[in-house]
C-alpha cells in the first residue's frame, strides 16, 4: 500500500505546498524538474544546497496498463492510474521533507543531520552519492560492532 494512494490532491498543488513551506522555512531558492521517469526538487537553506531525486513511475508499466484481472486498460483509465501513482509520489515527497523540516524546529535533530543525505556538494554530487559506495564497503570488510556495548567492569 503506497502512502496517499487515493489522494485527489493535484501534482501541482503538492508542489505549491512544498514551495510555500519551504517559503515558510526561508529557503532562499527553489524548483522542480520533470523528466520522463523521475522529478528533482532543489532548494537552498541555511547555505546549502538540498537535492531530492523523485523517482515517477514508467507509464508504460504494467501496473498502469492492465488491471488487476488481467485486462487490458482503455490509454485514458492508464494515464489516470498512472497520475495517480505519481500524486501519491508527490505527496510523500511533501510529507518527507514536511516531517524534515518539524524535526528541525522540535530540536530533535540538526538542519545538516535531517537533510545530510540530500546535501549537495560543489561537485554536483549529493552527500549520499558519496558516501553510499563506502558504506558497501565498510559492511563486507569490517566486522559490525555489538548492538549493545560490553558492560563496564563490576556492573552485571
Known amino acids: 500500500m503506497a502512502y496517499a494512494e ?3 490532491v493535484s501534482v501541482s498543488k503538492t508542489k505549491g505546498e512544498i514551495d510555500g513551506l519551504l517559503r515558510k ?15 528533482l526538487l532543489v532548494f537552498q537553506m541555511q547555505e546549502r544546497r538540498i537535492r531530492f531525486e523523485l523517482p515517477l513511475p514508467n507509464q508504460m508499466n504494467k501496473q498502469f496498463v492492465v488491471t ?28 518527507c521533507i514536511k516531517a524534515k523540516l518539524e524535526s528541525i524546529d522540535s ?16 561537485d554536483g554530487m549529493t552527500v549520499a552519492e558519496h558516501v553510499k559506495p563506502n558504506i558497501a564497503i565498510a559492511y563486507q570488510t569490517n566486522p559490525m560492532q555489538p548492538l549493545l556495548p560490553a558492560p563496564k567492569r563490576g556492573e552485571q
Not at 28 to 39: I, L, M, P, Y
Not at 75 to 85: L, N, P, R, S
Not at 107 to 122: C, K, N, R, T, V
Request: charged content about 25%; glycine content about 6%; hydrophobic content about 40%.
Open 6 to 8: 487515493n489522494t485527489s
Open 25 to 39: 522555512h526561508r529557503a532562499t531558492g527553489f524548483g522542480s524538474f520533470e523528466e520522463q521517469n523521475r522529478a
Open 68 to 95: 488487476a484481472r488481467g485486462q487490458r486498460r482503455t490509454a485514458e483509465a492508464a494515464m489516470q492510474a498512472w497520475e495517480q501513482a505519481c500524486r501519491s509520489r508527490w505527496r510523500a515527497l511533501f510529507l
Open 107 to 122: 530540536g530533535i535533530e540538526s538542519f545538516e543531520d535531517a537533510f545530510l543525505a540530500h546535501i549537495q556538494m560543489p
